[in-house]
C-alpha cells in the first residue's frame, strides 16, 4: 500500500479494498520501524491519526468522500496544529502547543485527509539541509549518511522513504523544492499568495510559500486544489480562481516552448547533475517540447538579495520569541533584559542567531538604504527578467540544486557553501513565482532534481509538463533501498 | 532675552471600531484583563494581520474633515522594539507613506483672533498592551485588552508658540473627531492621549531650539501644566548657562515638573520596514466618497451659520457648538420654540448650570430638547413668565413632566384674563391709600411696590406686563 499513488489509495478507498484505519496503522507501523534510522518526525500522532481515519470511513461508507479522503499526509513542523506540539523544530517552540488550525491543516482536514504527525525540519525553515533542528540532524533515506536537503527535509525523508504518501512543506528560498530533489520526490511552490499563511509560522514572509511533495506530479496536482485558494485571514492569499489541476494533466506539450537559462548551467553546476537535467531534457524534447536558451542576467545576484531580504522579515518575524507569554524562557530571569537576553540566547540555534543578526543590521538606520532597500531594487530586476522571459517562453527549465545529497556536516561549518545549494531555487522565491521540481534520472546513486519555473498561478501547466514527463518515464517511482 | 516658545502636539486618537485594526477581538473597555485579545493579538506564531475597513474609513473622515489630502496608497509598518506590552516585537504604524496627509485647523484666541494650525500628517497604527506593577509584588502583569485597538496618530506642524494656543489646538482636535464620530474623546479610559514636542528659542531667531518630548499628558490642564513648567525650566536651563538636552520627559502631575523618563532606552533604533503581511493601502475617490457621505457640518461651519442664521453673538456661537450633540440640542430646542435666542439664553443658562451642577453631559440631560422648546414655548406665549419658568425647569429637570403637565399640576399658568387682573389691581390700590397718594405726588418709583403686591397676591403667576400696564391705568386715573 505504501507504493500506491494518491489516486490508487483512494481507489482503493473507495472499492473498500482497505480502509483508512488499516491504511493509517500501515503507515503508523511503519513510521515506527524506520523512522529512527531517519529522524523525519518530530511527533506522531498515532491516536488521533486513527480516530480521524475512523472518522474518514465513515465518510467513505456515507458516500461523503472527497479524492483525498481518508489518506494519510504528515505535516511540517511549521504549521500550527491544534492541540498538537509545533515546534518550529526549535527549542523556542519545544513545549508550544498551537491553539489553532493553520488553513492548510484545516483545509486538508476538510477534505478528509488524516495527519500523522509533524515532521522534521531546520529550525524556523533556516537552513537547506535539516541539520539546525533542535532535534537532531535528518538523513536521506537514500544514504543516511547524506542530508535530505532543507528545511523540508523530514517531509522529503518521510515521503521518500514512503512513511507517508504525502506531506506538505514550505519553501521560503528552495525549501519544498532542493529537500525533493535531494530525496527523490516531486514537489511544488505555488506561486506567492496561492496557498493562505495562516498559522504557517513565519520565516520570511514576503517569500513564504506552502505547498505539496509527493512521489508524483500527479499527486501533486490532487493535493494543490485542496490547499490554495484565497483566506480572508491572510491579506497576501490571492483571490484568483484555483483552476482544475488533475484536468489539466493530460493536456498535450506539443509545442510548448521551454527556456533555458544559461546562468543556470555553468560553473557551480555539478557535472552528474547537468548530466541527468541534460537527459531528461531530451526526452521532453522527443514529446514534442521546443527548447531555446534565454537569459536571466540578474541570476547572480539573487543569493545576495535573498540573504538581504529574508534575514531582515525575520529578524523582526522572530521578534515575538521573547519567553513572556509562550515558549521558551530561561530560568529565574534577573530582570527584563535578561529575560530577553537568554531566553533568545539559550532557544534559538546558531543559524537562527546569524540571521536574525544580519537582517538586525541591514535594516538598522544608516544601512538600510544600501541593503534593505537595493535588495529590494534587485528583486524587481529578477522579477523584471522573468518576465522578459516569460514574453518567449511558457516555461523555464534547470536543475533545482547544483548538487546532490551531500554529506552531514559537509556544509555545516560554512553558511555561504550552504547558502549556495539553493542558488537556483531562490530567484523563483523572490519573483514570487511558481516552481516545481521532478526527479531526473539518478546519478551515483542519487537523485536528481528538475527545476520547472512558470508565469504567475500556471501550476498547472508545470503540474502538466511534468505528469507528461513521468507518464514516459519512471524515475520518481525509485523507490530508496530498504524502504520498498 | 525674550524667549519664544515653540510647540508641537502628537495625539493618539482611538478610533471607534467595534473591533481591533488588525484582529476580530472587540475593543471594548474596562474587561477583565487578557479577555479581548485573540491569537493575533497575542502574537502567537503563524498569525496575520488583516486590515479593519472601518478603521481606514474613519481615518478618511478625519483627513476630509481638516483638508488634508488622502493618499490614494499608503503603507503599513513595523516599528521594532521590545517590550514586554507589545506581543509580536514591532507596532504595526505607518511610517513614509501614511493615510492622511497635510491639513489644518483653525483655534480661536483669548484676543478673539484666529489661527491657523499645521497638521503635517494623520496615521493609522495598532496600540499595545499594558503594564501593570500594581497587585503583582516584584512582578509586572500583561493586559493585552489594549493591544491593537485602532489608533489615529495625528502629528501637528510646530505651529504653536504658547501652552495656551497648544491647549486650544488640542481641544479643537478632541472637538473634531468627536464631531465627525470617530472617537469618543475619552480622556479617562486613554482614548485621546497627547505627546508634546516643545523648545524655545530667542525672539527673532529662525532655528529652531533642541526640543524635548513631554509624555502622559492625559487632561488638557496638565498639558498646560507641563507646557508651561517645560518652558520655563528650558529658559532657566539656557539662561543659566546650560544646554537643553533632547530626550523624552514625564509630566508628574502630584508634583506639576516633568522629569527625564527613566529605564527606557533612548536611542531606539526602531528599523521601520514595510510590513510584508499587509498590501500597500489602496483608496479610492468611491472609497473616499462613501466614507465620508455622512459626514456632519463641521464646528467652524456651523458656528458661523449659527451667527448669520440665529443672529447669535460669535462667542454663543462658539459655546453652543463645542460638541456636536450641544449644537444638535440648541437647534432643536431653536425648531420647537422659534425663538434662537431665547433658546441660546437657556441653553447656555439654565441647562448649563444644571448638567454642570450634576456633572451631566448634553446627552444625559434629564429634560431633552423638546421639552426645553415646550418650556421656551410658554414664555413666548405669556403662559408663563420668567421666574415662573425657572421653576417649571428645575421640576422638568427634577421628573415631574413635560412644562404643561407641570403648569397644569402646579396651577402656575400666568394670569392674564383681564377682568380678573383688575380686580386684583383694584384690591391692592383700595389696600393701599397712603402709597397711592404718594405716588399721585410724584413718587413714580413706588410703581414697583404696587406690582409686587399683584405678584404677591397672585402667588407670581400674574402677566407682568399686564399688571404694569393696569397699574398704571388705575393709579393715574
Given at each position: 500500500?505504501?507504493?500506491?499513488s494518491?489516486?490508487?489509495?483512494?481507489?482503493?478507498?473507495?472499492?473498500?479494498?482497505?480502509?483508512?484505519?488499516?491504511?493509517?496503522?500501515?503507515?503508523?507501523?511503519?513510521?515506527?520501524?524506520?523512522?529512527?534510522?531517519?529522524?523525519?518526525f518530530?511527533?506522531?500522532?498515532?491516536?488521533?491519526?486513527?480516530?480521524?481515519?475512523?472518522?474518514?470511513?465513515?465518510?467513505?461508507?456515507?458516500?461523503?468522500?472527497?479524492?483525498?479522503?481518508?489518506?494519510?499526509?504528515?505535516?511540517?513542523?511549521?504549521?500550527?496544529?491544534?492541540?498538537?506540539r509545533?515546534?518550529?523544530?526549535?527549542?523556542?517552540l519545544?513545549?508550544?502547543?498551537?491553539?489553532?488550525?493553520?488553513?492548510?491543516?484545516?483545509?486538508?482536514?476538510?477534505?478528509?485527509?488524516?495527519?500523522?504527525?509533524?515532521?522534521?525540519?531546520?529550525?524556523?525553515?533556516?537552513?537547506?539541509?535539516?541539520?539546525?533542528?533542535?532535534?537532531?540532524?535528518?538523513?536521506?533515506?537514500?544514504?543516511?549518511?547524506?542530508?535530505?536537503?532543507?528545511?523540508?527535509?523530514?517531509s522529503?525523508?518521510a515521503?521518500?522513504?514512503?512513511?507517508?504518501?504525502?506531506?506538505?512543506?514550505?519553501?521560503?528560498?528552495?525549501?519544498?523544492?532542493?529537500?525533493?530533489?535531494?530525496?527523490?520526490?516531486?514537489?511544488?511552490?505555488?506561486?506567492?499568495?496561492?496557498?493562505?499563511?495562516?498559522?504557517?509560522?513565519?520565516?520570511?514572509?514576503?517569500?513564504?510559500?506552502?505547498?505539496?511533495?509527493?512521489?508524483?506530479?500527479?499527486?501533486?496536482?490532487?493535493?494543490?486544489?485542496?490547499?490554495?485558494?484565497?483566506?480572508?485571514?491572510?491579506?497576501?492569499?490571492?483571490?484568483?480562481?484555483?483552476?482544475?489541476?488533475?484536468?489539466?494533466?493530460?493536456?498535450?506539450?506539443?509545442?510548448?516552448?521551454?527556456?533555458?537559462?544559461?546562468?543556470?548551467?555553468?560553473?557551480?553546476?555539478?557535472a552528474?547533475?547537468?548530466?541527468?537535467?541534460?537527459?531528461?531534457?531530451?526526452?521532453?524534447?522527443?514529446?514534442?517540447?521546443?527548447?531555446?536558451?534565454?537569459?536571466?542576467?540578474?541570476?547572480?545576484?539573487?543569493?545576495?538579495?535573498?540573504?538581504?531580504?529574508?534575514?531582515?522579515?525575520?529578524?523582526?518575524?522572530?521578534?515575538?520569541?521573547?519567553?513572556?507569554?509562550y515558549?521558551?524562557?530561561?530560568?529565574?530571569?534577573?530582570?527584563?533584559?535578561?529575560?530577553?537576553?537568554?531566553?533568545?540566547?539559550?532557544?534559538?540555534?546558531?543559524?537562527?542567531?546569524?540571521?536574525?543578526?544580519?537582517?538586525?543590521?541591514?535594516?538598522?538606520a544608516?544601512?538600510?538604504?544600501?541593503?534593505?532597500?537595493?535588495?529590494?531594487?534587485?528583486?524587481?530586476?529578477?522579477?523584471?527578467?522573468?518576465?522578459?522571459?516569460?514574453?518567449?517562453?511558457?516555461?523555464?527549465?534547470?536543475?533545482?540544486?547544483?548538487?546532490?545529497?551531500?554529506?552531514?556536516?559537509?556544509?555545516?561549518?560554512?553558511p555561504?557553501?550552504?547558502?549556495?545549494?539553493?542558488?537556483?531555487?531562490?530567484?523563483?522565491?523572490?519573483?514570487?513565482?511558481?516552481?516545481?521540481?521532478?526527479?531526473?534520472?539518478?546519478?551515483?546513486?542519487?537523485?536528481?532534481?528538475?527545476?520547472?519555473?512558470?508565469?504567475?498561478?500556471?501550476?498547472?501547466?508545470?503540474?502538466?509538463?511534468?505528469?507528461?514527463?513521468?507518464?514516459?518515464?519512471?524515475?520518481?517511482?525509485?523507490?530508496?533501498?530498504?524502504?520498498? | 532675552?525674550?524667549?519664544?516658545?515653540?510647540?508641537?502636539?502628537?495625539?493618539?486618537?482611538?478610533?471607534?471600531?467595534?473591533?481591533?485594526?488588525?484582529?476580530?477581538?472587540?475593543?471594548?473597555?474596562?474587561?477583565?484583563?487578557?479577555?479581548?485579545?485573540?491569537?493575533?493579538?497575542?502574537?502567537?506564531?503563524g498569525?496575520?494581520?488583516?486590515?479593519?475597513?472601518?478603521?481606514?474609513?474613519?481615518?478618511?473622515?478625519?483627513?476630509?474633515?481638516?483638508?488634508?489630502?488622502?493618499?490614494?496608497?499608503?503603507?503599513?509598518?513595523?516599528?521594532?522594539?521590545?517590550?514586554?506590552?507589545?506581543?509580536?516585537?514591532?507596532?504595526?504604524?505607518?511610517?513614509?507613506?501614511?493615510?492622511?496627509?497635510?491639513?489644518?485647523?483653525?483655534?480661536?484666541?483669548?484676543?478673539?483672533?484666529?489661527?491657523?494650525?499645521?497638521?503635517?500628517?494623520?496615521?493609522?497604527?495598532?496600540?499595545?498592551?499594558k503594564?501593570?506593577?500594581?497587585?503583582?509584588?516584584?512582578?509586572?502583569?500583561?493586559?493585552?485588552?489594549?493591544?491593537?485597538?485602532?489608533?489615529?496618530?495625528?502629528?501637528?506642524?510646530?505651529?504653536?508658540?504658547?501652552?495656551?494656543?497648544?491647549?486650544?489646538?488640542?481641544?479643537?482636535?478632541?472637538?473634531?473627531?468627536?464631531?465627525?464620530g470617530?472617537?469618543?474623546?475619552?480622556?479617562?479610559?486613554?482614548?485621546?492621549?497627547?505627546d508634546?514636542?516643545?523648545?524655545?528659542?530667542?525672539?527673532?531667531?529662525?532655528?529652531?531650539?533642541?526640543?524635548?518630548?513631554?509624555?502622559?499628558?492625559?487632561?488638557?490642564?496638565?498639558?498646560?501644566?507641563?507646557?508651561?513648567?517645560?518652558?520655563?525650566?528650558?529658559?532657566?536651563?539656557?539662561?543659566?548657562?546650560?544646554?537643553?538636552?533632547?530626550e523624552?520627559?514625564?509630566?508628574?502631575?502630584?508634583?506639576?515638573?516633568?522629569?527625564?523618563?527613566?529605564?527606557?532606552?533612548?536611542?531606539?533604533?526602531?528599523?521601520?520596514?514595510?510590513?510584508?503581511?499587509?498590501?500597500?493601502?489602496?483608496?479610492?475617490?468611491?472609497?473616499?466618497?462613501?466614507?465620508?457621505?455622512?459626514?456632519p457640518?463641521?464646528?467652524?461651519?456651523?458656528?458661523?451659520?449659527?451667527?448669520?442664521q440665529?443672529?447669535?453673538?460669535?462667542?454663543?456661537?462658539?459655546?453652543?457648538t463645542?460638541?456636536?450633540?450641544?449644537?444638535?440640542?440648541?437647534?432643536?430646542?431653536?425648531?420647537?420654540?422659534?425663538?434662537?435666542?431665547?433658546?441660546?439664553?437657556?441653553?447656555?443658562?439654565?441647562?448649563?448650570?444644571?448638567?454642570?451642577?450634576?456633572?451631566?453631559?448634553?446627552?444625559?440631560?434629564?429634560?431633552?430638547?423638546?421639552?426645553?422648546?415646550?418650556?421656551?414655548?410658554?414664555?413666548?406665549?405669556?403662559?408663563?413668565?420668567?421666574?415662573?419658568?425657572?421653576?417649571?425647569?428645575?421640576?422638568?429637570?427634577?421628573?415631574?413632566?413635560?412644562a404643561?403637565?407641570?403648569?397644569?399640576?402646579?396651577?402656575?399658568?400666568?394670569?392674564?384674563?383681564?377682568?380678573?387682573?383688575?380686580?386684583?389691581?383694584?384690591?391692592?390700590?383700595?389696600?393701599?391709600?397712603?402709597?397711592?397718594?404718594?405716588?399721585?405726588?410724584?413718587?413714580?418709583?413706588l410703581?414697583?411696590?404696587?406690582?409686587?403686591?399683584?405678584?404677591?397676591?397672585?402667588?407670581?403667576?400674574?402677566?407682568?406686563?399686564?399688571?404694569?400696564?393696569?397699574?398704571?391705568?388705575?393709579?393715574?386715573?
Open positions: 500500500m505504501h507504493q500506491f494518491l489516486a490508487r489509495l483512494a481507489a482503493g478507498l473507495a472499492a473498500g479494498e482497505f480502509s483508512s484505519r488499516e491504511l493509517t496503522a500501515h503507515f503508523l507501523d511503519r513510521i515506527e520501524r524506520h523512522d529512527p534510522r531517519l529522524n523525519a518530530v511527533t506522531v500522532t498515532r491516536d488521533a491519526a486513527l480516530a480521524q481515519a475512523g472518522a474518514a470511513d465513515a465518510r467513505l461508507r456515507a458516500g461523503e468522500a472527497g479524492p483525498l479522503t481518508g489518506i494519510p499526509l504528515a505535516h511540517k513542523d511549521i504549521f500550527c496544529t491544534e492541540g498538537v509545533t515546534s518550529c523544530a526549535s527549542r523556542m519545544d513545549g508550544f502547543t498551537a491553539p489553532y488550525d493553520a488553513t492548510v491543516v484545516e483545509r486538508l482536514k476538510a477534505a478528509g485527509m488524516v495527519m500523522l504527525g509533524k515532521t522534521n525540519m531546520d529550525e524556523f525553515a533556516m537552513g537547506s539541509s535539516s541539520e539546525t533542528s533542535w532535534y537532531g540532524p535528518v538523513k536521506n533515506p537514500w544514504d543516511p549518511a547524506r542530508v535530505p536537503g532543507g528545511s523540508s527535509g523530514g522529503a525523508a515521503v521518500a522513504a514512503r512513511l507517508a504518501p504525502a506531506a506538505t512543506g514550505t519553501d521560503t528560498g528552495g525549501s519544498i523544492r532542493q529537500p525533493a530533489a535531494l530525496c527523490g520526490l516531486s514537489g511544488l511552490k505555488p506561486t506567492y499568495g496561492r496557498v493562505s499563511r495562516w498559522g504557517m509560522i513565519a520565516f520570511a514572509s514576503s517569500l513564504d510559500q506552502g505547498g505539496p511533495m509527493a512521489r508524483s506530479a500527479e499527486d501533486l496536482a490532487l493535493l494543490l486544489p485542496a490547499m490554495a485558494g484565497f483566506d480572508e485571514r491572510d491579506s497576501t492569499s490571492s483571490p484568483e480562481p484555483v483552476p482544475d489541476y488533475p484536468a489539466q494533466l493530460d493536456e498535450d506539450v506539443k509545442g510548448l516552448r521551454v527556456g533555458l537559462p544559461r546562468e543556470w548551467f555553468r560553473e557551480g553546476l555539478d552528474g547533475v547537468a548530466a541527468s537535467i541534460e537527459e531528461a531534457r531530451r526526452v521532453l524534447e522527443g514529446l514534442g517540447v521546443v527548447f531555446r536558451d534565454i537569459d536571466l542576467p540578474n541570476s547572480a545576484l539573487a543569493v545576495p538579495a535573498y540573504y538581504v531580504v529574508a534575514p531582515a522579515e525575520c529578524s523582526s518575524n522572530l521578534a515575538r520569541y521573547d519567553g513572556v507569554r515558549g521558551y524562557r530561561c530560568e529565574a530571569p534577573r530582570d527584563l533584559e535578561d529575560l530577553y537576553r537568554r531566553s533568545r540566547s539559550e532557544a534559538f540555534g546558531a543559524e537562527v542567531k546569524r540571521r536574525i543578526m544580519m537582517g538586525t543590521y541591514v535594516l538598522s544608516g544601512y538600510y538604504d544600501a541593503y534593505y532597500l537595493k535588495a529590494q531594487k534587485i528583486r524587481r530586476l529578477i522579477a523584471d527578467d522573468f518576465r522578459a522571459a516569460f514574453a518567449e517562453v511558457d516555461l523555464i527549465l534547470g536543475p533545482t540544486s547544483p548538487t546532490r545529497a551531500f554529506r552531514l556536516g559537509e556544509k555545516t561549518a560554512d555561504v557553501t550552504m547558502y549556495l545549494s539553493d542558488i537556483y531555487t531562490i530567484a523563483v522565491n523572490l519573483a514570487g513565482l511558481p516552481g516545481l521540481t521532478v526527479p531526473a534520472p539518478m546519478a551515483g546513486g542519487l537523485p536528481v532534481g528538475l527545476q520547472l519555473v512558470g508565469d504567475y498561478f500556471q501550476e498547472g501547466r508545470l503540474l502538466n509538463l511534468a505528469h507528461r514527463l513521468q507518464r514516459t518515464t519512471d524515475w520518481h517511482l525509485a523507490t530508496p533501498p530498504g524502504f520498498d | 532675552m525674550q524667549w519664544e516658545t515653540v510647540i508641537g502636539l502628537e495625539i493618539h486618537t482611538q478610533l471607534l471600531t467595534r473591533s481591533k485594526i488588525f484582529s476580530g477581538a472587540p475593543t471594548a473597555f474596562g474587561a477583565e484583563p487578557n479577555t479581548q485579545a485573540c491569537p493575533v493579538d497575542l502574537g502567537m506564531p498569525v496575520l494581520p488583516v486590515l479593519n475597513r472601518r478603521a481606514v474609513e474613519l481615518a478618511v473622515r478625519f483627513g476630509t474633515a481638516i483638508g488634508a489630502e488622502i493618499a490614494r496608497r499608503s503603507v503599513f509598518a513595523r516599528k521594532n522594539y521590545f517590550y514586554p506590552d507589545l506581543p509580536k516585537g514591532y507596532q504595526i504604524s505607518q511610517y513614509e507613506l501614511p493615510v492622511v496627509g497635510r491639513g489644518a485647523v483653525e483655534i480661536s484666541l483669548e484676543d478673539g483672533s484666529t489661527k491657523t494650525i499645521g497638521v503635517t500628517r494623520a496615521h493609522l497604527e495598532e496600540d499595545a498592551g503594564s501593570l506593577h500594581e497587585d503583582f509584588q516584584g512582578m509586572t502583569g500583561i493586559d493585552l485588552n489594549r493591544a491593537g485597538t485602532p489608533l489615529l496618530e495625528i502629528v501637528s506642524e510646530p505651529d504653536m508658540r504658547s501652552p495656551a494656543e497648544a491647549v486650544a489646538y488640542a481641544r479643537k482636535i478632541h472637538q473634531l473627531v468627536r464631531y465627525i470617530i472617537s469618543d474623546g475619552n480622556m479617562q479610559e486613554g482614548s485621546f492621549r497627547m508634546a514636542n516643545v523648545s524655545v528659542r530667542p525672539r527673532g531667531q529662525h532655528a529652531l531650539g533642541t526640543r524635548t518630548e513631554l509624555k502622559n499628558l492625559n487632561s488638557f490642564r496638565f498639558l498646560e501644566k507641563a507646557l508651561a513648567f517645560e518652558v520655563e525650566r528650558q529658559v532657566e536651563v539656557i539662561e543659566s548657562g546650560g544646554a537643553v538636552v533632547q523624552t520627559r514625564l509630566y508628574d502631575a502630584d508634583r506639576d515638573e516633568t522629569r527625564p523618563m527613566r529605564g527606557k532606552e533612548e536611542a531606539n533604533d526602531y528599523r521601520y520596514f514595510p510590513d510584508p503581511d499587509l498590501l500597500p493601502l489602496e483608496i479610492d475617490t468611491a472609497f473616499i466618497a462613501a466614507a465620508t457621505r455622512d459626514l457640518e463641521l464646528p467652524d461651519a456651523r458656528r458661523r451659520r449659527f451667527v448669520s440665529y443672529g447669535l453673538k460669535d462667542h454663543d456661537a462658539g459655546v453652543l463645542a460638541s456636536r450633540e450641544l449644537a444638535d440640542f440648541f437647534e432643536e430646542v431653536t425648531e420647537v420654540c422659534g425663538e434662537a435666542r431665547l433658546a441660546a439664553t437657556w441653553v447656555m443658562g439654565d441647562l448649563a448650570a444644571a448638567l454642570n451642577r450634576t456633572a451631566l453631559e448634553i446627552q444625559g440631560s434629564p429634560v431633552d430638547a423638546a421639552m426645553l422648546g415646550g418650556l421656551l414655548q410658554r414664555i413666548l406665549d405669556e403662559t408663563l413668565s420668567g421666574k415662573i419658568a425657572k421653576q417649571v425647569f428645575e421640576a422638568m429637570w427634577a421628573g415631574e413632566g413635560t404643561d403637565e407641570i403648569i397644569q399640576a402646579r396651577g402656575l399658568k400666568q394670569i392674564s384674563d383681564s377682568a380678573e387682573l383688575e380686580a386684583i389691581v383694584d384690591e391692592v390700590i383700595a389696600a393701599n391709600p397712603k402709597q397711592v397718594e404718594q405716588f399721585r405726588a410724584g413718587k413714580e418709583k410703581l414697583g411696590f404696587f406690582v409686587g403686591q399683584v405678584m404677591k397676591a397672585t402667588r407670581g403667576q400674574a402677566n407682568p406686563k399686564q399688571v404694569n400696564a393696569l397699574l398704571r391705568k388705575r393709579l393715574q386715573g
